[in-house]
């Protein structure tokens, strides 16, 4: 009785162990996390910008290199103007010469208001000659005559010097017109910032529309970096972030996020190959840099977000 006893409370334990145990899973957004760690790079804070002509032509002088802080309109290349400077000559000799003729029809127009004014008054006198008898009609109709073929001639007069007015004016448009292609000559730089890199050199033909440099706008520096998308829910603006070198502690700048991106996206930043990582999405953030670095435009750095 006692060896069956036994044999059954075994059985149940045999049961009781072999029961199926229960899994849990325990994602991303459950687990508290107190920092995450984004890949970036140093961007300045408007963007790179390549610059490009607006014409082509002959490179003549490279007047800035690689590194050169520059101001805004300040000349960075030159292109050869010779043609476009004789234009330009021309078309000043244009506009001077139409200046001197809109002066003499000015002059002429003048000059036909005068005469008319003195007719209308003979005419005026003979008038009253007339009425009084002491004048015959044929010399009134005479005056009348003259004075309509002055009246006709001012008119002529005004209509000339509205058409020399509106050739000087087509004139100094074209004068604008060579001025602009001449300047265009001469490749300057858009705003304040850095030349980080100087693609033509002297003698060089460029084509219209050519890059020619590659340009920083002055302004701070950011670290534009991207998150796993497993910790894009733990990102917020304003977060303390600490930035140091790939595979190093030292932090060598401090920041905090100031944009976060609204949609996760591919990785790109850092892809070899455009089909790197592909089956991974990453949410994209961008560092304001608290002060002055030495950090450099492009290097690639880590970004320790402190989460809140």
Do not use: W
Not at 135 to 142: A, K, L, M, V
């Amino acid at each position: 009785m006692i060896l069956i006893l036994a044999g059954i409370l075994a059985g149940c334990g045999s049961k009781k162990d072999k029961a199926p145990a229960v899994k849990a899973t325990v994602g991303a957004r459950d687990v508290k996390v107190e920092q995450v760690i984004g890949i970036g790079k140093v961007e300045p804070e408007h963007a790179i910008v390549s610059l490009a002509t607006s014409t082509g032509g002959i490179v003549t002088e490279v007047l800035k290199k690689e590194g050169d802080r520059v101001r805004a309109g300040e000349i960075l290349v030159r292109l050869d103007s010779k043609t476009e400077l004789l234009k330009v000559e021309q078309a000043k000799t244009q506009v001077h010469t139409q200046e001197s003729q809109l002066a003499v029809e000015k002059s002429n127009l003048r000059e036909a208001g005068t005469k008319l004014k003195n007719k209308q008054k003979q005419l005026a006198t003979s008038g009253n000659l007339l009425n009084k008898g002491a004048e015959t009609s044929q010399s009134f109709d005479d005056l009348s005559t003259d004075a309509a073929g002055l009246e006709a001639g001012l008119d002529r007069a005004v209509a000339t010097v509205k058409l020399a007015q509106s050739r000087l004016d087509e004139l100094n448009v074209l004068l604008r017109q060579s001025q602009v292609e001449a300047g265009n000559k001469s490749l300057c730089a858009p705003c304040d910032g850095v030349v980080l890199d100087m693609k033509v050199t002297p003698g060089e033909a460029i084509s219209q529309l050519t890059d020619y440099a590659e340009f920083a706008p002055q302004g701070k520096k950011i670290v534009r970096a991207e998150v796993d998308e497993s910790f894009a829910s733990k990102l917020s603006v304003d977060q303390p972030v600490d930035i140091r070198f790939t595979g190093t502690d030292k932090v060598v700048a401090k920041g905090k996020i100031v944009i976060l991106s609204p949609y996760l996206k591919k990785k790109s930043l850092f892809s070899v190959k455009a089909s790197d990582q592909e089956d991974r999405m990453v949410r994209e953030v961008k560092i304001a840099l608290e002060g002055d670095t030495d950090l450099i435009i492009n290097e690639k750095v880590e970004c320790i977000i402190h989460v809140k």
